[in-house]
């Protein structure tokens, strides 16, 4: 909250709080083959306002060369106002395990684990696993867009520049 507060002052982009608080996780999802993906969560520490308290999901993967901390912000001022904003490194990628073989079968697999994750953790994080979507910059695009293409349980997908 307070990084984001200086984002506000200082005019850092379009950030807007959205007033909810804002749990944080960090963590490790187990990825295709046993490779540990690093992971975090954003997610509002109050029930959904809607009739199941649940919130809608946004999974984010890092862009070429980026690390979790790309989408931080964003991952802040979308918990603020009612998502669940799950961002994982993607193999080969700093913390993360394996090596990358730019969006090949690995990846796209280790992209049903992360949604599998979701489902797991769901009850924790207010999660509505009926709505789950991808979004990413470049090398994240291009994988939530690859991800929703083979898994059915991903209904959306904003990609920036993939």
């Not at 909250?1 to 709080?17: F, I, K, N, P, R």
Request: charged share 15%; with cysteine.
């Amino acid at each position: 909250a307070a990084v984001m507060g200086l984002a506000h002052e200082s005019t850092l982009g379009d950030l807007e709080d959205g007033g909810l608080p804002v749990d944080w996780e960090q963590f490790w999802i187990e990825g295709s083959g046993g490779v540990q993906l690093k992971a975090v969560v954003a997610f509002p520490a109050a029930p959904g306002t809607n009739t199941a308290g649940l919130f809608p999901v946004v999974i984010l993967a890092n862009s070429w060369l980026m690390n979790w901390w790309e989408y931080a912000l964003k991952q802040e001022e979308w918990a603020s106002r009612g998502y669940v904003v799950l961002m994982y490194v993607a193999r080969g990628w700093w913390e993360s395990g394996g090596t990358i073989s730019a969006a090949g079968a690995a990846e796209l697999a280790d992209c049903g684990k992360v949604v599998d994750t979701v489902f797991s953790r769901a009850s924790t994080w207010g999660a509505d696993t009926g709505k789950i979507a991808m979004a990413g910059v470049s090398y994240g695009g291009g994988l939530g867009a690859l991800c929703a293409a083979h898994d059915t349980r991903v209904g959306a997908v904003v990609s920036m520049s993939a």
